[in-house]
């Protein structure tokens, strides 16, 4: 078994409705279990500044499937939601599914990057993950906690519940 931490986001189609029908369906994904969700956040969407805000999540899996096989079941996830992939890559989403870590791996193939190329400058990643995992430290032995207090929060909000 191995831990997985999967960042989720949306900025379409009611997006708190699509991250929160997110976390159910990969809470079914065979052979694994949530071990722990963050707060809902509220962040500015990167790259094209017309499209409306993103909400965001992180969530803790345990897991025995690979990471290959992750991506597929987070994947299918995605495609069910309505995800249309296109070549613009900042562009308005209905759902992003990305694996972020899993484990200490370190995977650099085709498909997936991990830990996720752009984790560390990204406050709806990092503060989300801080928020579960504050002790967590990355492959290269960077600390969550520290990078998520090092980066600047660019209007980010975490939502209360209701």
Excluded at 37 to 60: H, T
Excluded at 143 to 159: D, K, M, P
Aim: aromatic share 4%.
């Amino acid at each position: 078994m191995v831990i997985a931490y999967i960042g989720l986001g949306s900025n379409l189609s009611e997006p708190i409705k699509q991250v929160e029908s997110a976390i159910l369906a990969i809470g079914k994904t065979p052979h694994s279990q949530i071990i722990q969700v963050s707060s809902l956040y509220l962040s500015k969407p990167m790259g094209p500044q017309d499209q409306g805000d993103y909400i965001n999540a992180v969530l803790a899996l345990e897991t025995s499937l690979s990471a290959i096989k992750l991506l597929d079941a987070l994947q299918a996830i995605e495609n069910k939601a309505g995800r249309i992939r296109k070549e613009n890559r900042w562009g308005a989403r209905i759902l992003d599914l990305d694996i972020i870590l899993f484990g200490n791996d370190i995977i650099n193939t085709d498909r997936l990057t991990v830990p996720h190329y752009g984790m560390c400058e990204r406050e709806f990643v990092l503060l989300p993950l801080a928020e579960i995992a504050s002790k967590l430290n990355l492959p290269n032995g960077d600390s969550v906690n520290f990078l998520s207090q090092n980066i600047a929060n660019n209007g980010i909000t975490r939502l209360i519940p209701s």
